[in-house]
């Protein structure tokens, strides 16, 4: 054991503690907890909004002030009261990826016009659906969708989706990657990019967008990779003579360790600004974590403590399965006590209920001795963990509230 000063590398204004309580949104987590239940997912409109102004101030200071667009990348988070909230700040539109994505979209208030549409393997079924909303963006990810688009929608405007062959990801996290060495599924390679341009005019199809999305979670030190990234997907634009917009796709991440150093959006913009300040492009991003990831708690309630062998052991009541990115991305939340005092701290590892190995929600953790705690909050749970839930093991139940 040791003891420290609880002075915790993820405080913030709006996240911290305050007479020794977990605060979170204006409000006592040990209360929200208590009155909504475990595991229960928690959200801040506050501070979504405020991340979106954010990325939405840093595309002005890149000189894009007029001529770039936001949509939020929805597979993020789909909670309805969610998006309806996002839809009220009027900062943004909807990133959506899937016929259900859209419908769902249009039901919190979205018109087919605030959706930009980007998906992979799609069946016949899911174009024909998706070819009746007049005003849905199509972009294009390989010649099979210029097709069977072109078929079903002959003269439209679409953009292309292109793979660069070289990708972006938070620490040099292959598992991030949607482009590289490796061959992916995702965009159009450019020995395929004639053809695909070619293809397109052939069902009178105008290719006004370049779309790519490389990888997820960069933070600043990969800056100068995206600097990269971006410079190759320029040889697509400058060979397309119809383009438009460039939507550079999202992948702004955050803090997950206490290594971690926010995305530092000057710099950001410093990058987009080189690129594009001197260019007649439209500019669309689709973050997803980095509106909402920060904006989320997991309540959990405490189901054991226990010593095996040389690991303290802390059991929760939701496992990998309701939140799986610490399981399949390597990406941890950080465990928090909902109440601290001066008592030494201990190294711990939080685990869930699933019958499975990988269900470690964090390895190591510093945290008190939680004999007398009944709940534990996971940060960092606000994207990519309740909308990519299982009922595994039937233990896929939680509840999820917007806090105003």
Same mark, same amino acid.
């Given at each position: 054991?040791?003891?420290?000063? +609880? ?10 503690? +305050? ?37 939405? +101030? ?33 900062? /943004? &539109? ?7 994505? %859209?419908?769902?979209?249009?039901? /919190? ?14 069946? +016949? ?14 972009? /294009? ?21 292109? !793979? ?7 620490? /040099? !996290? ?5 482009? &590289? ?47 990269? %990234? ?12 119809? %383009? ?19 995305? !530092? ?49 802390? &059991? %929760?009541?939701?496992?990998? !399965? ?83």
């Amino acid at each position: 054991m040791v003891q420290v000063h +609880q002075h915790e590398w993820w405080q913030r204004d709006d996240l911290h503690y +305050q007479n020794n309580q977990l605060h979170f949104a204006g409000e006592y987590v040990q209360k929200l907890a208590h009155q909504f239940g475990t595991p229960s997912f928690v959200y801040s409109s506050a501070r979504v909004e405020a991340n979106l102004i954010r990325v939405r +101030q840093a595309l002005d200071a890149a000189g894009l002030a007029g001529r770039s667009s936001i949509f939020y990348a929805m597979k993020a988070n789909r909670f309805a009261p969610l998006l309806r909230f996002i839809k009220q700040t009027g900062l /943004c &539109g909807i990133d959506a990826c899937s016929p259900n994505e %859209v419908k769902h979209a249009l039901s /919190c208030g979205f018109s087919p016009s605030d959706i930009s549409f980007t998906a992979t393997s799609l069946s +016949q079924q899911d174009f024909a659906e998706l070819a009746r909303y007049e005003g849905l963006f199509m972009d /294009c990810d390989s010649l099979h969708a210029i097709r069977r688009w072109g078929e079903l929608r002959p003269g439209s405007e679409i953009g292309i989706r292109i !793979n660069p062959a070289v990708g972006i990801g938070r620490a /040099c !996290n292959d598992r991030l990657h949607y482009a &590289g060495c490796k061959t992916t599924k995702f965009g159009i390679y450019q020995e395929q990019f004639m053809q695909a341009l070619e293809l397109a005019a052939q069902y009178g199809l105008s290719v006004s967008k370049i779309h790519f999305h490389t990888g997820c979670g960069y933070l600043t030190p990969e800056l100068e990779q995206l600097d990269h %990234v971006i410079t190759e997907c320029m040889k697509f634009v400058d060979a397309s003579s119809d %383009v438009r917009s460039v939507n550079i796709g999202g992948g702004l991440g955050i803090p997950h360790l206490p290594e971690d150093q926010s995305l !530092n959006l000057e710099q950001w913009s410093i990058v987009l600004n080189k690129h594009f300040a001197h260019r007649d492009l439209h500019i669309e991003v689709e973050p997803g974590d980095y509106i909402c990831k920060d904006a989320g708690l997991l309540l959990l309630g405490k189901t054991y403590v226990e010593q095996k062998r040389d690991t303290l052991f802390v &059991g %929760v009541d939701a496992g990998f !399965n309701i939140a799986p990115e610490p399981a399949y991305y390597g990406l941890p939340f950080q465990p928090v006590p909902l109440q601290i005092d001066d008592s030494p701290l201990t190294l711990t590892t939080v685990v869930g209920n699933i019958n499975e190995a990988l269900d470690v929600w964090y390895e190591n953790a510093l945290l008190p001795n939680l004999a007398q705690h009944d709940y534990l909050a996971l940060i960092n749970a606000g994207a990519y963990s309740s909308s990519m839930a299982s009922n595994h093991c039937m233990r896929g139940e939680f509840n999820e509230f917007l806090l105003a």
